[in-house]
């Protein structure tokens, strides 16, 4: 479901379901500023329940969802749209994720969402931003995390470039270091597969350059800590402690033996992994060296979620990017959109349509739904629901472009009625929806070349019924062929529309 904006609450609430870690921060918003009130975080190593079929098992899920009850306490009784929880890699990877999904969001009282690579890369950036003095100049940031890694280059508040690698600290582990032992030759292995995973984008990124590097995660932090507390840096990654480092990580030969000022316990077992990721990503991006950041992703989630209101929502910023980009009739959405939720106004009360996010999805359909006219007008409600469900949509997470995805496909001859099954309690709701965006682009068929009279609308369970003025569908022949003609379409899915 789709987050609503954070509007005056007295406090907001972010967590981090990562691959290794769940982290959350409860913060205190005023006058566009944060102030952190509290900070946990539970190694859970979600990934490490991966299976062979890509399945948590259930020790793993039960393992989240143990952390996730201590999470919850901190955040009963705050109010919809005042936390955001952002599940990251292993939930992307995970065929079951629906069943955790399902747990967790009986526990936390909040909806959960699973964003895509690119979005948590640039919610990292935006946590990192505003963490980080503000300096003229480009910035590059990485955030290696347990099952992906993001890659980074913005200038200021605003990312230019945004990348994420299948890569992490605790799926390398499981590869190369399952049984805790550290070789030379394992070390190499998961080396070099981290270098072969950046050769796609190392190019893009030494194009762009940058003047400084700085790093957001778990691992690098360890990282710095143990080179300083050897006295080879101030807390910075830098080559000559990573290579100091390397020799003596493999000396040891187990992860039991890394009794080093800097690597907290619950860190020794993926700390190999990250140690070779981090060679491969100062080899590839030839660095010097590397500062830590205390801003990451659920501080970026904090920051997003607050600008949603008080500054800018960055997803009408996407949308109005893509209908550019598309060439979208912006005339005609306009008209759609205002149709659309005016007639939502008139039904919300009977068919239950009062809560934000159900506002705003019917909005941004209402101006994306010719998206498809671009590539080809056979069949373009298709070829627009597939741009906006597998483009990357900076603000939105898997589940609000699927959701976007199927009005957008569903606007025009038959409703997908196998899909509408796949969002389960949202089901009625989409539908719902899908009637009202349909109702407004019949309404708008002859484009702003006629005036359009006032309607009513009637809601049932499974039907609305429109009723036009006395002799008006008579005198506008084409417009009562619209509304018969979609009654039939309507009809294939048990829904009873009534024209007069």
């Given at each position: ?106 526990i936390l009282g909040h909806p959960v969402e699973v964003i895509s690579g690119r979005e948590e890369a640039r919610l990292i950036y935006l946590g ?118 390397k020799r003596k990580v493999l000396k040891l030969g187990d992860v039991d033996k890394l009794e080093l000022d800097g690597i907290k316990p619950d ?234």
């Amino acid at each position: 479901m789709l987050p609503t904006a954070a509007k005056h609450f007295p406090m907001i609430a972010a967590i981090d379901l990562g691959s290794n870690s769940f982290h959350m921060v409860l913060a205190k918003a005023d006058h566009g500023e944060i102030r952190i009130l509290e900070r946990l975080g539970e190694k859970v190593q979600l990934a490490a329940g991966l299976d062979d079929q890509r399945l948590l098992s259930e020790e793993a899920i039960q393992r989240g969802l143990d952390c996730l009850r201590r999470f919850g306490q901190l955040i009963t009784g705050l109010p919809e749209g005042a936390v955001r929880i952002v599940g990251t890699n292993a939930l992307r990877e995970a065929r079951n994720c629906g069943e955790f999904i399902h747990r967790a969001e009986d526990i936390l009282g909040h909806p959960v969402e699973v964003i895509s690579g690119r979005e948590e890369a640039r919610l990292i950036y935006l946590g990192v931003s505003h963490s980080s003095a503000d300096t003229p100049g480009k910035r590059l940031v990485v955030d290696i995390g347990g099952g992906s890694t993001e890659f980074i280059i913005g200038q200021r508040f605003e990312p230019l470039l945004r990348e994420s690698l299948q890569m992490g600290c605790v799926s390398f582990t499981q590869r190369y270091f399952r049984d805790g032992k550290i070789t030379a030759a394992r070390y190499a292995q998961a080396y070099t597969a981290a270098r072969l995973e950046l050769m796609g984008i190392e190019y893009a990124l030494h194009r762009l350059g940058w003047q400084e590097a700085l790093g957001a995660s778990g691992t690098i932090r360890s990282i710095g800590l143990v080179i300083k507390a050897a006295g080879h840096g101030n807390g910075e990654v830098n080559a000559p402690g990573l290579a100091w480092l390397k020799r003596k990580v493999l000396k040891l030969g187990d992860v039991d033996k890394l009794e080093l000022d800097g690597i907290k316990p619950d860190r020794r077992g993926v700390f190999p992994a990250g140690l070779a990721i981090m060679e491969a990503i100062f080899d590839a991006m030839k660095l010097a060296s590397m500062n830590h950041s205390e801003g990451a992703l659920r501080e970026g989630v904090l920051y997003d979620l607050l600008g949603r209101h008080v500054h800018e929502d960055v997803r009408e910023r996407t949308l109005g990017a893509l209908m550019e980009r598309y060439h979208v009739d912006l005339e005609q959405a306009a008209r759609v959109e205002a149709k659309a939720l005016s007639a939502l106004e008139k039904v919300a009360p009977s068919w239950q349509l009062s809560d934000d996010w159900q506002r705003e999805l019917l909005s941004w359909a209402a101006r994306v739904h010719e998206l498809g006219l671009d590539i080809a007008h056979y069949q373009y409600h298709k070829h627009g629901a597939y741009l906006i469900e597998h483009s990357d949509l900076a603000g939105f997470s898997r589940l609000d472009q699927q959701m976007l995805a199927l009005l957008v496909r569903g606007h025009r001859r038959n409703i997908p009625r196998d899909k509408l099954g796949d969002f389960g309690d949202h089901s009625q709701t989409l539908l719902r929806l899908c009637v009202l965006l349909r109702f407004a682009i019949l309404f708008h068929h002859i484009r702003g070349g006629q005036e359009m009279p006032q309607v009513e609308l009637i809601a049932g369970p499974q039907s609305l019924d429109v009723q036009f003025p006395a002799g008006w569908l008579h005198a506008n022949p084409l417009t009562q062929a619209d509304f018969a003609q979609e009654a039939e379409w309507l009809s294939r899915t048990g829904f009873n529309l009534r024209v007069r």
